[in-house]
Each structure stands twice: as structure tokens, then as C-alpha cells.
């Protein structure tokens, strides 16, 4: 599995753009990156997921670049209730098999008022 | 909007005793995972299953973890003889397959004293 690097943590502030990047050097050609994002006490939760160039949902923006060798999530006007810890994973979509995600430690995001 | 289960929120028991955590899986997912998470570390993969039987299991699932789905709904996870580094936190998830996006549950705490 390719091993993935992010910033421990990141603070900001209420209304703010944050974008968090994750380094995948090792990603292979058919591994996806997949965001989670995880509140204290409670289990993970998957935000977006792409394979290439940009997708976005009504939650956050991913961008890939065309060497995939990381990505950034971007989280549009960030409130306090975004405060959480966000994983990056890379991994096969084995097409109809089950997969188990390797969470790293993720980067613990303090939004600030 | 359909989610993933688990009972108890919270479990304690002593040392050597055994423990059987339940979840509820989303009705149409065929891929069930349990994973752990303690206290201040990572989430940690510990077994898949799929189709009745286990798929893929970490180092950590060893002969004091079994899993089980008795009837068609409920997932269990049983440690027989627990001990006090099974304290942790132990997620149940659920997919269709494929693309990495499992939905957790909310959790058990289990105390091992």
C-alpha cells in the first residue's frame, strides 16, 4: 500500500478556505485517494474519494495533480463544527471485493472563532 | 438515511473475561469490517468478512478475536479472554465493495480493568 505523509495538525479560523495536502509518492496506477474526517469519540467518515484532476461534493474539493503524487483537500469556509481529524488513504477499488483502509494518523484540524 | 449500529456504547469487564460487541450493518452492504482504535492512536484494521467467511484479517486479529454474523443482520466481534491492552475504541463498517467509502458506526468503548 502506498504510504501517505500529512501535516500532524493545522489551525484556523471560522469562514476561512483550508486546504490540507497528503504526499502519496508511491501511488500506483490503480490505487484512489480517499479523505475521511473523524470527530473525537465517534467513527470515521468518508468525505470525498478521486482518482485524478479535481471532484468536488457539497462537503469539500479534492485536488489531484496530473502525477498523483499527492493531493489537497479543500474545505470551503470552514466552521467550528469542522474541527476533526482528517485522514488521507490511498488504495485499490477492487472493483466488487471489500477493502480495508489503512489509516495513518491524519491531520488534526482546530478551527478557531 | 441508513447507518451502521453498534451496541453497547460503552462496555466494561474484567481481565481474562470474554466480550461479544454487536453491530448492525447497513442492509443492502455485503463487505463487514471491525477495526480498533486506542486511545490517542491510529484506527487499526482487524478482520473483513464477506459472504459468511473472514477475507482478510490483521496481526491483531489472532485466536482471541472471532466474528460472526448469526443471523441476517447482526455482526459480532468476540474477544475471549480480553485483556487490558484491548481497551480501545471498536468500530464496525459496512460497504457495497469496491470503492473505499465504508460507513462506521459509532462505536464501542471497551474497558478492560
Known amino acids: 500500500l502506498a504510504k501517505t505523509t500529512q501535516p500532524i495538525s493545522m489551525d484556523s479560523y471560522e469562514g476561512q478556505e483550508v486546504n490540507i495536502t497528503c504526499s502519496h509518492n508511491n501511488i500506483a496506477t490503480n490505487d484512489y485517494i480517499t479523505w475521511y474526517q473523524q470527530f473525537p469519540s465517534q467513527g470515521p467518515r468518508f468525505i470525498i474519494q478521486?482518482?485524478?484532476t479535481k471532484v468536488t461534493n457539497e462537503v469539500a474539493s479534492l485536488f489531484i495533480p496530473a502525477d498523483r503524487k499527492s493531493s489537497t483537500l479543500s474545505l470551503p469556509r470552514v466552521s467550528l463544527s469542522d474541527t476533526a481529524v482528517y485522514y488521507c488513504l490511498v488504495g485499490p477499488s477492487n472493483g466488487n471485493a471489500g477493502n480495508m483502509l489503512t489509516f495513518g494518523g491524519g491531520t488534526r484540524l482546530m478551527v478557531k472563532p | 438515511e441508513p447507518e451502521v449500529t453498534q451496541t453497547p456504547s460503552h462496555q466494561v469487564t474484567q481481565m481474562g473475561q470474554e466480550v461479544i460487541l454487536r453491530c448492525v450493518p447497513i442492509?443492502?452492504?455485503?463487505?463487514f469490517y471491525w477495526y480498533r482504535q486506542i486511545l490517542g492512536q491510529k484506527v487499526e484494521f482487524l478482520v473483513s468478512?464477506?459472504?459468511?467467511?473472514?477475507?482478510?484479517k490483521s496481526e491483531i486479529f489472532d485466536d482471541q478475536f472471532s466474528v460472526e454474523r448469526p443471523d441476517g443482520s447482526n455482526f459480532t466481534l468476540k474477544i475471549r479472554s480480553t485483556k487490558l491492552e484491548d481497551s480501545a475504541m471498536y468500530f464496525c463498517a459496512s460497504d457495497r465493495g469496491g470503492y473505499n467509502e465504508q460507513f462506521f458506526g459509532p462505536g464501542t468503548r471497551l474497558t478492560v480493568l
Open positions: 478521486g482518482y485524478k
Open positions: 468478512f464477506y459472504n459468511n467467511e473472514i477475507s482478510e
Open positions: 442492509s443492502n452492504h455485503l463487505y
